[in-house]
């Protein structure tokens, strides 16, 4: 059922929780899968509630980077509370597709 979710996309939005080291563990699964199905495909790895007190996150921002970063995906930090990085994540997804070609 999985590979509905992402059949035909460009992009792949996979978010995990900075507080929950096995939602991390997930979400390189579902990556895995993605990648597997759509090699081509745009990853974006978000670890969400960063604005949390730093000593209640069991996946560190420098761990999900390096992850991110060995794998060629783009990785961002945000929160849904306080907006932190959400329109940057939008904006930078925006700028890495291909563009559509005017003359079609």
Excluded: C
Aim: hydrophobic share 40%; proline share 6%.
């Amino acid at each position: 059922m999985a590979p509905l979710y992402f059949r035909g996309a460009s992009a792949a939005i996979v978010v995990y929780d900075v507080t929950s080291y096995l939602s991390f563990v997930n979400a390189k699964s579902w990556i895995e899968e993605i990648v597997a199905k759509q090699p081509e495909i745009l990853i974006v790895v978000v670890g969400i509630k960063v604005d949390l007190e730093p000593s209640k996150n069991t996946v560190t921002y420098t761990e999900a980077e390096s992850y991110s970063e060995e794998n060629g995906f783009l990785h961002f930090g945000t929160s849904a509370k306080t907006s932190k990085n959400v329109q940057e994540l939008f904006h930078e997804i925006a700028r890495k597709l291909p563009k559509p070609d005017p003359l079609l």
